[in-house]
């Protein structure tokens, strides 16, 4: 599990990463700041803060982050530490994994979800990054 950074800036534009629509990612994306996707990623996307999914943003594999606004399409697992935002024309193809949950009217959800307070998330392994940009579990 991933843990929030003490003064996470949620909104700060000049700490926002960008993926404009027309880019595409092949590999999963780790970042202490928030994430805004109009193109497409394959591969995982590990944020200490936000993942905001516009309307042209794909993703094709799983999301751990400390709140996420989805109006894209995603198919994998999402393990969402606070609130996670289905938009309406969001469509997601996983399971769900959060402490608060917002759909909008018109969105599609095709998966389990699971509600659970924050204590859980502090159960699950940590992530650690070694030095050769390998993804571990440590407990």
Not at 25 to 31: E, W
Not at 65 to 87: P, Q, V
Not at 130 to 136: Q, V
């Amino acid at each position: 599990m991933l843990r929030r950074k003490e003064k996470t800036q949620f909104e700060s534009a000049e700490k926002l990463n960008k993926l404009i629509e027309g880019t595409k990612i092949v590999g999963d994306i780790i970042t202490d700041t928030s994430l805004s996707i109009d193109g497409e990623i394959v591969g995982n996307i590990f944020s200490r803060s936000k993942v905001l999914i516009g309307e042209t943003g794909v993703v094709f594999g799983n999301i751990n982050c400390i709140e996420a606004d989805i109006e894209g399409k995603i198919t994998g697992s999402l393990e969402i530490e606070n609130l996670l935002i289905l938009r309406e024309k969001s469509k997601i193809i996983g399971d769900i994994l959060t402490s608060k949950l917002h759909i909008e009217e018109g969105a599609i959800f095709l998966g389990s979800c699971q509600m659970s307070g924050q204590d859980s998330f502090r159960e699950q392994p940590n992530l650690v990054i070694s030095e050769d940009n390998a993804i571990n579990s440590t407990y």
